[in-house]
């Protein structure tokens, strides 16, 4: 039985964007694993399996049902200690990806969401949008409009706050070593986030973390190339 | 033949301060190695065996010669991987400690060199606080008292840049996992200097981080806590 990976999608299928779900994308293409990709929209989400799962990315293998992507990645390489690529490289490297992710969470996806949030809306099926703004509205306690609003401003601390990534970088070519691990697609669901979202053509040209991207894109075929990146 | 270690002082040999040194003194105790302790102020770091080191820390074992925590830590790893706890628990705890080492680099240390700079002037020997003036104000620019100046002020932004490492220990009590690994002695090694050179006064007691460091104080028979911390 095949993997069924659930991803999170707007209106068009082929246009994932969720920082979380490309996690496990990357991941399950780089355990080598056969999988069944089911895109969901946000409103779709409660009636899939059950109601079992709040949120996506999710997976199902066998009768075996995962979310959350760390769960994931890390239920990937118990299950499947024996296909494809290692994800962590040991329990030091499981241990670290949750530092990453902390990292990710706090520094990347706040400034991604406060730049992206209405171009992630636009993106949306006409019904989503509705769940989107409300949910997103009571979360933050303002309208989408004034999250966003003056976001040009901001990139100088979005390029502050790459600053132990760069350093990192100026060492090895990813956060795995010489060879990306599930700690480089943390980060890079967040790239790929804004990228496809919004575009990166808010990233000066000569910042070192777009090489690293650049690499990210290139890895499994141009998987996550194949996405197009937005237009400004 | 034990472990020659290199740790670098003020006038007072007894209350190390160097995160650096910090970070290799906690390893080599966690691999439950012999090492002979050998206290070195910074002027008399280029008579060392025959000149060959710049900084410390540094090691020698038998004739190998060492210097570079992270590059001693896996120095340590290869070569007595039979003994003590391990440090990394695998190559993907080693690539990953390079990101923790580059955040706390840019993040940690950055902010504490400023806050720090004339306690530990004043922790030097006569001849070290010449040289230490000196070259820090040709590095910096400026003298020593304007770096610190307003320091106060800068409390708000060491906070804000914990917040990645506030959020993983939501998750897990270590860097490491349910045990510590190097990696959390790159991090302790900044919160020890700042704690032995000027204390820790200024991290409200209510800090879920401060946790962490009494967790960190305690290993090891609390041989971190055995130097006392500053007095405000």
Chains 1, 2 share one sequence.
Request: hydrophobic share 45%; glycine share 6%; proline share 6%.
């Amino acid at each position: 039985m095949t993997i069924r990976f659930y991803d999170l999608v707007g209106s068009d299928p082929a246009r994932p964007f969720s920082p979380h779900c490309w996690k496990v994308h990357m991941a399950l293409t780089h355990k080598a694993l056969d999988f069944e990709r089911i895109p969901v929209c946000f409103t779709q989400i409660p009636a899939l399996e059950g109601g079992v799962f709040k949120t996506l990315p999710a997976i199902t293998n066998c009768k075996e049902t995962v979310s959350d992507s760390m769960a994931i990645a890390v239920y990937l390489k118990d299950k499947f200690s024996d296909r494809g690529s290692h994800l962590f490289h040991g329990e030091g490297g499981v241990a670290l990806s949750r530092f990453v992710e902390a990292w990710t969470n706090t520094q990347l996806h706040m400034w991604i969401r406060n730049w992206a949030l209405l171009d992630i809306l636009e993106m949306l099926s006409q019904k989503d949008q509705a769940y989107f703004r409300i949910s997103r509205e009571t979360r933050y306690g303002k309208p989408l409009e004034e999250i966003v609003a003056g976001r040009e401003t901001t990139v100088p601390e979005l390029l502050a706050k790459l600053e132990p990534f760069r350093a990192m970088l100026a060492s090895q070519p990813f956060l795995g070593g010489k060879e990306p691990a599930f700690a480089d697609y943390i980060v890079f669901g967040a790239f790929q986030w804004l990228r496809v979202c919004s575009g990166l053509h808010m990233i000066p040209a000569s910042e070192p973390v777009l090489d690293w991207v650049n690499r990210m894109l290139d890895l499994h075929d141009g998987l996550a190339r194949s996405v197009s990146e937005a237009s400004a």
